[in-house]
């Protein structure tokens, strides 16, 4: 399986983004992102299920939605009210029927206030 993520870049605090990962090989059961924050640890921010269940970390809640598009075999994360805080490197990452992650190479996102 392989994860390409695109999108990230500069923004101003309250723009948006839109996150894309493009997946290729094995069908994946889970798809779903996270972000590093400078310093500080990997963390949870959404996934989606191949049955369309979707989870968002409370952090991003009500501003950042996951979607998946099965034909393109790619998945998104649109990041609207971004904040100062949501600047971190994220990573698309996916799981296989067998259970097996992969990640994708990250992608900056920067906001500035």
């Known amino acids: 399986v392989q994860l390409q993520a695109s999108g990230g870049g500069l923004v101003q605090a309250g723009g948006s983004l839109r996150l894309s990962c493009a997946a290729s090989g094995l069908p994946l059961r889970v798809m779903g992102w996270s972000r590093q924050p400078p310093g500080t640890e990997l963390e949870f921010v959404a996934s989606?299920?191949?049955?369309?269940?979707?989870n968002i970390a409370d952090s991003v809640k009500g501003r950042f939605t996951i979607s998946r598009d099965n034909a393109k075999s790619a998945f998104y994360l649109q990041m609207n009210s971004l904040k100062v805080e949501d600047t971190a490197v994220y990573y698309c990452k996916g799981q296989t029927e067998s259970g097996k992650i992969y990640w994708g190479q990250g992608t900056l996102v920067t906001v500035s206030s």
């Open positions: 989606i299920t191949s049955g369309g269940a979707i």
